[in-house]
Each structure stands twice: as structure tokens, then as C-alpha cells.
């Protein structure tokens, strides 16, 4: 079946301590991203990547990273976690971004004490 | 900076009849406008998308309009049932190559 996996689907944790939700699509999608969903805010771009190798930051990329080794998978880390960071986090990928439709994975509900 | 704005935010409806979801963007360079449901628990999953050199599509209950001049497109849903009540999401292709999202529009479809 076609999907976009995350793992893990809720994690609480605490202020600092470092942090990485894992993100795997196997429809061979050149193109993932992250977004963080927010009540009232919708869905803001946090980073994206076109290949392999290739990452670029999206509208609130501050207190993330991200790193794309291997096509399938893009995991998003947050080194030093902040309360401002509990969210609704979802993972998404396209066949070759802007203009093909976007999967997204079923998120990753962040909060940090 | 490149923005959508979605209306309303809550709309409730009677089974069976219509609903309006109404969305405008800012960049005029964008050409590529999908629209996403997310119900509870889910992620946002896409239900029908249109392009700038396509002033309308259907799909079914479902159509969607675009009017580049006014930088405004609105999803259109006859005929509604309970299973269409979710959080629907505009999007909008943006210059930088990445989609600008609304806010949502949550559907109630009251039987």
C-alpha cells in the first residue's frame, strides 16, 4: 500500500532534550516535506526537500532540522525542543513537488513540557 | 510575504444541501490550487486540484472554480452528506516552489 509513515504518532518530552520523528514514504516521491498544523494557523511549512541531498527551509524553519540521505526517508530533529514546539507535526511527499498532488502521513502530536 | 485566505472558518449545513468554501491568494505567479479534507485523526488527503489554464473542474459532488483575475478559487460541495464533514484545507502554488495553505474550513453536515 502506498503510504507515508511517521513514527512515533504522540511523544511528550521535555524542555532540551533532543528529539527525531522519523519519516518514510515508499512511493519512490522525489520531493518531501514537514509541516507543523496549529489551531487557527493551518498548516505551516517547516522545511522541504526536492532529492536527495537537498533540503530548503520553509516558512518557520527556527529550532528544526532536517536531513535527506536516502529517498525514502526525511526525518525531522529537534536538538533543543521548547514548549513553542508542541504541535501537530505531519509529513508529507510528491511524485515532483509543486504541481503533483501531496500525501501526507497521519502526524506525529508533539508536546513539550 | 505570499498568502491565503480561506472563508468561512465553521460552516454548518443541512444534509443535502450545498456547501461554499471560498479561498483568495496573493502571488499571481502561482498556478496550481488543490484542496485537502483532513478528518479527525488523519492526515489532510486531497480531493480534487486545478490548474491556472483551467477555469473549472468537477469531480462528481465535488467542483472547483478559479478566477485568475481575482486571485480567488472555491470549492464547491452539492448534495452533502455526514461522511463530508471534516476540516477542509485551500491551498495555493507558490513562486518560491512550495504550497501556501488557508486556514481550514471546518464542515458540519448536520442530518
Known amino acids: 500500500e502506498a503510504q507515508v509513515t511517521q513514527n512515533p504518532r504522540y511523544l511528550i518530552t521535555v524542555t532540551g532534550k533532543k528529539l527525531t520523528v522519523t519519516c518514510s514514504q515508499n512511493?519512490?516521491?522525489?520531493?518531501m516535506s514537514w509541516y507543523r498544523q496549529d489551531p487557527g494557523l493551518g498548516l505551516r511549512q517547516i522545511y522541504y526537500s526536492m532529492n536527495v541531498e537537498v533540503t530548503d527551509k520553509g516558512d518557520v524553519p527556527e529550532g528544526y532540522k532536517v536531513s535527506r540521505k536516502e529517498k525514502r526517508n526525511f526525518p525531522l530533529i529537534l536538538e533543543s525542543p521548547s514548549p513553542n514546539q508542541t504541535s501537530l507535526y505531519f509529513c508529507a511527499s510528491s511524485f515532483m513537488g509543486l504541481g503533483s498532488p501531496l500525501h501526507f502521513g497521519n502526524g506525529t502530536r508533539l508536546t513539550v513540557t | 510575504g505570499e498568502n491565503v485566505e480561506q472563508h468561512p472558518s465553521t460552516l454548518s449545513v443541512q444534509e443535502g444541501d450545498s456547501a461554499v468554501i471560498k479561498c483568495t491568494y496573493s502571488d499571481s505567479a502561482s498556478n496550481y490550487f488543490p484542496w485537502y479534507k483532513q478528518e479527525l485523526g488523519k492526515g489532510p488527503q486531497l480531493i480534487i486540484d486545478?490548474?491556472?489554464?483551467?477555469g473549472e473542474k468537477k469531480d462528481q459532488r465535488i467542483a472547483v472554480t478559479l478566477n485568475k483575475t481575482a486571485k480567488h478559487f472555491s470549492l464547491h460541495i452539492t448534495e452533502t452528506q455526514p461522511e463530508d464533514s471534516a476540516v477542509y484545507f485551500c491551498a495555493a502554488g507558490g513562486s518560491q516552489g512550495n504550497l501556501i495553505f488557508g486556514k481550514g474550513t471546518k464542515l458540519s453536515v448536520k442530518p
Open positions: 512511493m519512490n516521491h522525489e520531493y
Open positions: 486545478i490548474r491556472s489554464n483551467v
